[in-house]
Antibody
Protein backbone atom coordinates (compact mmCIF):
# COMPACT_ATOMS: atom_id res chain seq x y z
CA UNK A 1 0.00 0.00 0.00
CA UNK A 2 1.03 3.61 -0.46
CA UNK A 3 3.13 4.94 2.39
CA UNK A 4 4.77 8.29 2.94
CA UNK A 5 7.01 8.68 5.98
CA UNK A 6 8.54 12.03 6.92
CA UNK A 7 11.66 12.40 9.01
CA UNK A 8 14.14 15.06 10.00
CA UNK A 9 11.99 17.34 12.10
CA UNK A 10 13.17 18.86 15.35
CA UNK A 11 13.98 21.99 17.30
CA UNK A 12 16.08 24.63 15.57
CA UNK A 13 17.06 28.18 16.43
CA UNK A 14 15.85 31.14 14.37
CA UNK A 15 18.09 31.57 11.36
CA UNK A 16 19.01 27.90 11.40
CA UNK A 17 18.55 25.17 8.83
CA UNK A 18 16.91 21.78 8.66
CA UNK A 19 16.34 19.10 6.05
CA UNK A 20 13.15 17.09 5.95
CA UNK A 21 12.91 13.79 4.12
CA UNK A 22 9.92 11.83 2.93
CA UNK A 23 10.34 8.14 2.11
CA UNK A 24 7.77 6.83 -0.33
CA UNK A 25 6.73 3.25 -0.96
CA UNK A 26 3.91 1.27 -2.49
CA UNK A 27 3.75 3.18 -5.78
CA UNK A 28 5.92 4.31 -8.69
CA UNK A 29 7.35 7.42 -7.05
CA UNK A 30 8.70 8.92 -10.26
CA UNK A 31 5.23 9.03 -11.82
CA UNK A 32 3.83 11.63 -9.41
CA UNK A 33 4.26 15.28 -8.55
CA UNK A 34 5.05 15.55 -4.85
CA UNK A 35 4.17 18.31 -2.44
CA UNK A 36 5.00 19.71 0.98
CA UNK A 37 2.14 21.11 3.04
CA UNK A 38 2.37 22.44 6.57
CA UNK A 39 0.11 23.18 9.51
CA UNK A 40 1.18 25.75 12.09
CA UNK A 41 -0.14 25.32 15.65
CA UNK A 42 -3.81 26.21 15.79
CA UNK A 43 -3.87 27.04 12.08
CA UNK A 44 -5.09 25.42 8.90
CA UNK A 45 -3.24 23.71 6.08
CA UNK A 46 -0.82 25.68 3.92
CA UNK A 47 0.68 24.46 0.64
CA UNK A 48 4.33 25.43 0.52
CA UNK A 49 5.98 23.66 -2.42
CA UNK A 50 5.72 21.08 -5.15
CA UNK A 51 8.05 19.34 -7.55
CA UNK A 52 7.45 17.72 -10.90
CA UNK A 53 8.00 14.05 -11.65
CA UNK A 54 11.53 14.55 -12.94
CA UNK A 55 12.40 17.29 -10.50
CA UNK A 56 12.94 19.82 -13.27
CA UNK A 57 10.03 22.02 -12.21
CA UNK A 58 9.51 23.37 -8.72
CA UNK A 59 7.30 26.02 -7.19
CA UNK A 60 6.97 27.66 -3.81
CA UNK A 61 4.56 29.68 -1.74
CA UNK A 62 5.65 33.29 -1.26
CA UNK A 63 6.06 32.60 2.46
CA UNK A 64 9.02 30.27 1.86
CA UNK A 65 10.36 31.31 -1.56
CA UNK A 66 14.08 31.92 -1.46
CA UNK A 67 14.50 30.11 1.86
CA UNK A 68 13.22 26.58 1.18
CA UNK A 69 14.29 24.19 -1.57
CA UNK A 70 12.41 21.09 -2.63
CA UNK A 71 14.13 18.20 -4.35
CA UNK A 72 13.65 14.53 -5.04
CA UNK A 73 15.65 11.39 -5.74
CA UNK A 74 13.53 9.02 -7.79
CA UNK A 75 16.12 6.25 -7.49
CA UNK A 76 15.71 6.40 -3.72
CA UNK A 77 11.96 7.07 -3.73
CA UNK A 78 12.60 10.11 -1.60
CA UNK A 79 11.43 13.69 -1.37
CA UNK A 80 13.33 16.41 0.46
CA UNK A 81 12.75 19.88 1.81
CA UNK A 82 15.77 22.00 2.66
CA UNK A 83 14.77 24.80 5.00
CA UNK A 84 17.12 27.74 5.56
CA UNK A 85 16.82 31.02 7.44
CA UNK A 86 14.12 29.51 9.59
CA UNK A 87 11.74 31.81 11.44
CA UNK A 88 9.42 31.33 14.39
CA UNK A 89 6.50 31.40 11.97
CA UNK A 90 7.86 28.32 10.21
CA UNK A 91 7.01 26.28 13.30
CA UNK A 92 4.57 23.67 12.04
CA UNK A 93 3.90 20.06 11.26
CA UNK A 94 5.20 19.42 7.76
CA UNK A 95 3.43 16.84 5.59
CA UNK A 96 4.55 15.36 2.33
CA UNK A 97 1.72 14.46 0.01
CA UNK A 98 1.26 12.86 -3.36
CA UNK A 99 -0.55 14.89 -5.98
CA UNK A 100 -2.78 12.94 -8.32
CA UNK A 101 -3.28 14.59 -11.71
CA UNK A 102 -6.41 12.61 -12.57
CA UNK A 103 -8.00 13.66 -9.27
CA UNK A 104 -7.97 17.30 -10.27
CA UNK A 105 -4.51 17.50 -8.73
CA UNK A 106 -5.84 16.70 -5.27
CA UNK A 107 -3.53 15.20 -2.67
CA UNK A 108 -4.55 11.59 -2.36
CA UNK A 109 -1.95 10.30 0.11
CA UNK A 110 -0.27 12.11 2.98
CA UNK A 111 2.39 11.23 5.47
CA UNK A 112 1.93 11.46 9.24
CA UNK A 113 3.94 14.65 9.39
CA UNK A 114 7.19 15.91 10.89
CA UNK A 115 7.21 18.58 13.58
CA UNK A 116 9.53 21.53 13.09
CA UNK A 117 9.88 23.94 16.00
CA UNK A 118 11.82 27.17 15.53
CA UNK A 119 12.70 28.75 18.85
CA UNK A 120 15.66 30.22 20.68
CA UNK B 1 -4.70 35.30 -4.94
CA UNK B 2 -7.42 32.73 -4.46
CA UNK B 3 -9.01 32.81 -1.01
CA UNK B 4 -11.30 30.05 0.24
CA UNK B 5 -13.72 30.75 3.07
CA UNK B 6 -15.43 27.96 5.00
CA UNK B 7 -18.55 28.17 7.11
CA UNK B 8 -19.44 27.58 9.77
CA UNK B 9 -16.16 27.57 11.66
CA UNK B 10 -17.57 25.08 14.14
CA UNK B 11 -20.54 22.77 13.63
CA UNK B 12 -21.97 21.11 16.74
CA UNK B 13 -24.08 18.09 15.88
CA UNK B 14 -25.10 14.73 17.28
CA UNK B 15 -24.34 11.34 15.74
CA UNK B 16 -26.96 10.48 13.15
CA UNK B 17 -27.53 14.10 12.15
CA UNK B 18 -26.78 15.62 8.77
CA UNK B 19 -23.79 17.93 8.37
CA UNK B 20 -23.59 20.57 5.66
CA UNK B 21 -20.25 22.33 5.24
CA UNK B 22 -19.80 25.29 2.95
CA UNK B 23 -16.76 26.50 1.02
CA UNK B 24 -16.78 29.78 -0.89
CA UNK B 25 -14.05 30.89 -3.28
CA UNK B 26 -13.05 34.50 -3.88
CA UNK B 27 -13.07 33.85 -7.63
CA UNK B 28 -14.93 31.45 -9.87
CA UNK B 29 -13.09 28.13 -9.91
CA UNK B 30 -13.34 25.04 -12.01
CA UNK B 31 -15.21 22.08 -10.57
CA UNK B 32 -12.30 19.95 -11.71
CA UNK B 33 -10.04 21.25 -9.01
CA UNK B 34 -12.12 21.28 -5.82
CA UNK B 35 -11.34 18.74 -3.10
CA UNK B 36 -12.26 18.07 0.50
CA UNK B 37 -10.14 16.54 3.26
CA UNK B 38 -10.82 15.19 6.72
CA UNK B 39 -8.19 15.81 9.38
CA UNK B 40 -8.03 14.36 12.86
CA UNK B 41 -5.46 15.58 15.35
CA UNK B 42 -2.23 13.63 15.17
CA UNK B 43 -3.18 11.89 11.96
CA UNK B 44 -2.51 12.43 8.30
CA UNK B 45 -5.21 14.36 6.46
CA UNK B 46 -7.41 12.10 4.36
CA UNK B 47 -8.78 12.89 0.91
CA UNK B 48 -12.56 12.53 0.88
CA UNK B 49 -13.77 14.19 -2.31
CA UNK B 50 -12.01 15.28 -5.51
CA UNK B 51 -13.24 17.07 -8.64
CA UNK B 52 -16.08 18.51 -6.50
CA UNK B 53 -18.14 15.34 -6.22
CA UNK B 54 -16.06 12.18 -6.70
CA UNK B 55 -15.42 10.09 -3.60
CA UNK B 56 -11.89 8.91 -3.00
CA UNK B 57 -11.11 5.24 -2.56
CA UNK B 58 -12.72 3.74 0.53
CA UNK B 59 -14.79 6.80 1.42
CA UNK B 60 -18.32 5.86 2.57
CA UNK B 61 -21.24 7.09 0.49
CA UNK B 62 -22.56 9.18 3.38
CA UNK B 63 -19.98 11.74 2.21
CA UNK B 64 -20.96 13.73 -0.86
CA UNK B 65 -19.75 16.89 -2.55
CA UNK B 66 -21.48 19.38 -4.79
CA UNK B 67 -21.27 22.91 -6.09
CA UNK B 68 -20.03 25.11 -8.89
CA UNK B 69 -18.67 28.56 -9.57
CA UNK B 70 -17.72 29.97 -6.19
CA UNK B 71 -19.87 27.87 -3.85
CA UNK B 72 -19.15 24.29 -2.90
CA UNK B 73 -20.62 21.98 -0.27
CA UNK B 74 -19.59 18.85 1.57
CA UNK B 75 -22.49 16.91 3.03
CA UNK B 76 -22.29 14.09 5.54
CA UNK B 77 -25.72 12.49 5.43
CA UNK B 78 -25.65 10.79 8.84
CA UNK B 79 -22.78 11.50 11.18
CA UNK B 80 -20.94 8.51 12.57
CA UNK B 81 -18.76 8.84 15.70
CA UNK B 82 -15.61 8.65 13.58
CA UNK B 83 -16.70 11.63 11.46
CA UNK B 84 -16.04 14.23 14.14
CA UNK B 85 -12.99 16.02 12.81
CA UNK B 86 -11.86 19.11 10.95
CA UNK B 87 -12.74 19.37 7.26
CA UNK B 88 -10.84 21.45 4.72
CA UNK B 89 -11.79 22.42 1.21
CA UNK B 90 -9.00 22.92 -1.28
CA UNK B 91 -8.69 24.24 -4.80
CA UNK B 92 -5.81 23.69 -7.18
CA UNK B 93 -5.49 27.31 -8.13
CA UNK B 94 -5.13 26.82 -11.85
CA UNK B 95 -5.63 30.47 -12.63
CA UNK B 96 -3.36 31.51 -9.78
CA UNK B 97 -0.10 30.04 -10.94
CA UNK B 98 -1.06 26.55 -9.87
CA UNK B 99 -0.67 27.40 -6.20
CA UNK B 100 -3.17 25.31 -4.24
CA UNK B 101 -5.29 27.05 -1.64
CA UNK B 102 -6.94 25.57 1.43
CA UNK B 103 -9.89 26.92 3.35
CA UNK B 104 -9.49 27.59 7.08
CA UNK B 105 -11.44 24.48 7.99
CA UNK B 106 -14.74 23.56 9.65
CA UNK B 107 -14.58 21.66 12.91
CA UNK B 108 -17.42 19.17 13.30
CA UNK B 109 -17.79 18.50 17.00
CA UNK B 110 -20.08 16.34 19.08
CA UNK B 111 -23.00 18.26 20.52
Amino acid sequence: QVQLVESGGGLVKPGGSLRLSCAASGFTFGDFYMTWIRQAPGKGLEWISHISTSGSTTDYADSVKGRFTISRDNAKNSLYLYMNSLRAEDTAVYYCARRKYTFGRAFDYWGQGALVAVSS
Amino acid sequence: ELVLTQSPGILSLSPGERATLSCRASHTVSNTYVAWYQHKSGQAPRLLIYTTSSRATGIPDRFSGSGSGTDFTLTISRLEPEDFAVYYCQQYGQQFGGHPAFGPGTKVEIK
